[in-house]
T-cell receptor
Framework: GQNIDQPTEMTATEGAIVQINCTYQ??????LFWYQQHAGEAPTFLSY??LDGLEEKGRFSSFLSRSKGYSYLLLKELQMKDSASYLC??????????WGAGTKLIIKP | ETGVTQTPRHLVMGMTNKKSLKCEQH?????MYWYKQSAKKPLELMFV???????ENNSVPSRFSPECPNSSHLFLHLHTLQPEDSALYLC?????????????FGPGTRLTVL
């Protein structure tokens, strides 16, 4: 079966750095997405990786290793507004998105 | 604002009621999706419409009935729901010609079935 694993919850301190991991086992791979979802709001697109390596977008970076079935989302200089759930999703060989259950990130002052 | 709107934002209904959820996208996309989001579970894909034709129905009970009258609008008609259907229902859209097929989501309808 297809599976996406990510931690259920993480806590970090304002101003610090946090890394949210995602491992996947899917039938084929056509890219990996990270979305941010604040409570009661729409998931919003953060990043897309299809090649190995690190993609940087301001305070957020996303890394992919296809051989290891592994990705992480790195958040730097954490702000209180970064408190949200972070969803990892993989586009499989049928171009269907397979979703993880999300990681709830709690930022403390 | 993601360019995808959903109404109502909150809905409480009894098991014998009939209601409809509405989604509208202003992004010029040609594919639309309904998802169910329950606490601590992955998003569950319910229906996919591409170019106004239903291309996917993931074994969803018949008490959920989708309708896509044009590429900008998507409805989910609800009837005789069960309490376990209480969840956040998310609509999304995408442009299927793009390889990344990035989906853009609406804010969802929080549904409570009594």
């Amino acid at each position: 079966g297809q599976n996406i694993d990510q931690p259920t919850e993480m806590t970090a301190t304002e101003g610090a750095i946090v890394q949210i991991n995602c491992t996947y086992q899917t039938s084929g791979f056509n890219g990996l997405f990270w979305y941010q979802q604040h409570a009661g709001e729409a998931p919003t697109f953060l990043s897309y990786n299809v090649l190995d390596g690190l993609e940087e977008k301001g305070r957020f970076s996303s890394f992919l290793s296809r051989s290891k079935g592994y990705s992480y989302l790195l958040l730097k200089e954490l702000q209180m507004k970064d408190s949200a759930s972070y969803l990892c999703a993989v586009l499989d060989s049928n171009y269907q998105l397979i979703w993880g259950a999300g990681t709830k990130l709690i930022i403390k002052p | 604002e993601t360019g995808v709107t959903q109404t109502p934002r909150h809905l409480v209904m009894g098991m014998t009621n009939k209601k409809s959820l509405k989604c509208e996208q202003h992004l010029g996309h040609n594919a639309m999706y309904w998802y169910k989001q329950s606490a601590k579970k992955p998003l569950e894909l319910m229906f996919v419409y591409s170019l106004e034709e239903r291309v996917e129905n993931n074994s969803v009970p018949s008490r959920f009935s989708p309708e896509c009258p044009n590429s900008s609008h998507l409805f989910l008609h609800l009837h005789t729901l069960q309490p376990e259907d209480s969840a956040l229902y998310l609509c999304a859209s995408s442009r299927t010609e793009e390889n990344t097929d990035t989906q853009y989501f609406g804010p969802g309808t929080r549904l409570t079935v009594l």
